[in-house]
């Protein structure tokens, strides 16, 4: 069991050419996993789909008992909000046969993988020059996607009759996407009072995000040079000082516009 466990430290944590090909598949199979939660999300549950649920489920369960089990701090680890958002999204997994009927919404619960992403920044920060070159403009299309589907998937289950159109998901998708650049082309509408204030949440929130993505496109908050005294790589725009040890930066700049 030693030699497993620090067999599995090294693949999580090392930096060998084996550890980091090991994270990138497991970077791949949370952006499949993603991917077959959306697009699951309105399609009935059968036999197939419930047994191709509970496998996703128990390889989620398997890593988060790894990382668990070779974290220091175990605890500190599971109190994490995306270690917390496994927990859910593996019991919504292998409880699939029972939720039918009135519980078949807590399916909405598997968009929580979408949190997960947010623990994969580390890894690319890590092991990938492009993210750790376009870092801010990434977590951004990342808070913006997670927030994108995580509504959509809202919407479908609380306010989308799925009786009423072949193609509710998309439907919920649309209004998403419409509200949030607040397009507002009126053919798809939440008519009650908790939908119209769902509706404002989505502008004000949404606009917020894409916002945020467009700054970090054209005019990043952070600028790359590294501090010859403590090797700090971001520093702020007009920085004159390194915040992490205070010596003098020189960074290049185009001057005050």
């Not at 949370?30 to 699951?40: K, R, W």
Request: net charge positive; with cysteine.
């Amino acid at each position: 069991m030693v030699k497993l466990k620090k067999r599995l430290r090294v693949l999580y944590r090392g930096r060998s050419h084996a550890a980091v090909r090991f994270r990138y598949g497991l970077i791949a199979f949370d952006v499949v996993t993603i991917l077959f939660f959306i697009a699951t999300a309105h399609i009935e549950h059968g036999l197939g789909l419930v047994g191709l649920s509970a496998l996703v489920g128990v390889v989620i369960a398997v890593d988060l008992a790894a990382r668990l089990w070779i974290d220091p701090d175990p605890w500190a680890l599971l109190k994490r909000i995306y270690s917390i958002a496994d927990v859910l999204v593996v019991l919504s997994l292998l409880l699939d046969p029972f939720l039918a009927g009135n519980l078949a919404f807590l399916r909405i619960l598997r968009l929580l993988r979408l949190i997960h992403s947010y623990h994969l920044v580390r890894d690319l920060r890590r092991d990938s020059r492009f993210f750790s070159a376009h870092e801010d403009a990434v977590i951004a299309a990342i808070n913006l996607f997670v927030f994108v589907f995580v509504t959509a998937t809202a919407v479908l289950v609380f306010f989308i009759d799925s009786t009423s159109t072949p193609t509710p998901y998309i439907d919920a998708l649309y209004f998403t996407v419409a509200t949030l650049t607040t397009t507002g082309y009126g053919d798809v509408t939440l008519d009650t009072a908790v939908g119209k204030l769902f509706s404002v949440f989505i502008m004000a929130v949404g606009v917020a995000l894409f916002v945020r993505l467009a700054q970090t496109l054209f005019h990043p908050q952070k600028v790359k040079h590294t501090c010859k005294d403590c090797g700090l790589l971001r520093h702020d725009l007009d920085a004159v000082h390194c915040k992490h040890c205070g010596s003098l930066i020189k960074i290049r700049t185009l001057g005050v516009e």
